[in-house]
C-alpha cells in the first residue's frame, strides 16, 4: 500500500501559477501509475493529468491541455502538477492518485487504488 500526501494548493488569481506537490510513501513513484484528480462541490470527481510508471507517458483532460504538466521525481518520489494560467473554473480539491490497477484506463477514479487527502486550490477572477 502507497500513502500520499498533498501540498501546494491555495487562493490565487486568474492567470496565475500553482504547483501540487505529492509525497508517496511505502512505494517507488517510478513503479507505479499516477494521476491527480479534482473535484469541485456538488460535481463529481474528475481526471486531470496521469504520468505512466513505464516510459512516464502522460495523459491530460482536454481543459488543462498547455497549462498543465505532471512529472515526477523519483529521487525525491515524488509528484508534481504544475498548474499555469489557472482559470475560476479549476477551483477544486485536488487529489493525488497512485497504483492504476492494470487494465484500468489513466482517466478513471475508479482504477487507482490509493488516494490523498486532497488540497484545495481557489482561483478568483
Known amino acids: 500500500q502507497v500513502q500520499l500526501v498533498e501540498s501546494g494548493g491555495g487562493s490565487v488569481q486568474a492567470g496565475e501559477s500553482l504547483r501540487l506537490s505529492c509525497a508517496a510513501s511505502?512505494?517507488?513513484?517510478?513503479?507505479?501509475?499516477m494521476g491527480w484528480f479534482r473535484q469541485a462541490p456538488g460535481e463529481e470527481r474528475e481526471f486531470v493529468a496521469a504520468?505512466?510508471?513505464?516510459?512516464?507517458?502522460?495523459y491530460y483532460v482536454d481543459s488543462v491541455k498547455g497549462r498543465f504538466t505532471i512529472s515526477r521525481d523519483s529521487a525525491k518520489n515524488m509528484v508534481y502538477l504544475q498548474m499555469n494560467t489557472l482559470k475560476p473554473e479549476d477551483t477544486a480539491v485536488y487529489y493525488c492518485a497512485a497504483d492504476r490497477s492494470q487494465g484500468g484506463p489513466y482517466s478513471g477514479s475508479y482504477a487507482y487504488n490509493s488516494w490523498g487527502q486532497g488540497t484545495q486550490v481557489t482561483v478568483s477572477p
Open positions: 504520468i505512466s510508471r513505464r516510459g512516464g507517458t502522460t
Open positions: 511505502g512505494r517507488s513513484v517510478s513503479t507505479l501509475d
